[in-house]
């Protein structure tokens, strides 16, 4: 399967300083499918809202979109991972400004 130009650019930020083991690479996907979880929730924060209306039966209030909390967690595993691959989100974001590509995370 090919990898997006997002999972590539993680690849050979640990590749500039080792070679990716198995356990990285373990890391990588679920990095990348966090990723995409993020983008799921985004969409739902866009649709409804960062508050939400909840009626339960007689009752109606609003509350905070689990998906903002959700969002959260999910991003700061994501920073546990990056320092656990020896990755930060500022040397990706400049290492994919410096390609001619564009293949870095941004």
Do not use: C, H, W
Request: aromatic share 6%; hydrophobic share 35%.
């Amino acid at each position: 399967m090919a990898k997006s130009k997002f999972e590539k650019s993680l690849y050979d930020g640990i590749e500039k300083v080792r070679e990716v083991t198995e356990y990285d690479q373990e890391m990588i996907s679920r990095y990348v499918k966090f990723k995409q979880n993020l983008d799921e929730f985004d969409k739902d924060i866009a649709e409804n809202g960062v508050m939400i209306t909840v009626i339960n039966s007689t009752q109606e209030y609003r509350k905070v979109n689990p998906a903002v909390t959700e969002k959260e967690k999910i991003n700061t595993a994501m920073n546990a991972i990056l320092r656990t691959l020896g990755l930060d989100a500022k040397s990706l974001a400049e290492q994919g400004n410096n390609s001619s590509q564009g293949g870095g995370l941004l």
